[in-house]
Nanobody, 113 residues
Framework: QAQLVETGGGLVQPGGSLRLSCVVSGRIASLDYMGWYRQAPGKERELVATIAPNGDRNIVDSVKGRFTISRDPRVNTVYLQMSDLKPEDTAVYYC???????WGQGTQVTVSS
């Protein structure tokens, strides 16, 4: 089993920055694939970024150069660092641990003036 707790969302102006955190606990491997997804109202959930056990990152083209994924296994935390936020980034952001198909509760990111 795995538990994922996300924090860091909120209201931010266009061009602003946020860092989302996902703390992972439970019976899981300390290093495995991890992912960030997002879902806007009325839209399907979409992949944003993944990080592999060796640290390789996959970031979708729409946010590449603005977002990055990282982790600190010593504190069981994966991050999504977001900059130059745009209104179209508004969504609920979810952390995902695919080994157990575990999801965080989601954290709302709203980009608006």
């Amino acid at each position: 089993q795995a538990q994922l707790v996300e924090t860091g969302g909120g209201l931010v102006q266009p061009g602003g920055s946020l860092r989302l955190s996902c703390v992972v606990s439970g019976r899981i491997a300390s290093l495995d694939y991890m992912g960030w997804y997002r879902q806007a109202p009325g839209k399907e959930r979409e992949l944003v970024a993944t990080i592999a056990p060796n640290g390789d990152r996959n970031i979708v083209d729409s946010v590449k150069g603005r977002f990055t994924i990282s982790r600190d296994p010593r504190v069981n935390t994966v991050y999504l660092q977001m900059s130059d936020l745009k209104p179209e980034d508004t969504a609920v952001y979810y952390c995902h641990f695919p080994r157990t198909n575990s999801w965080g509760q989601g954290t709302q990111v709203t980009v608006s003036s």
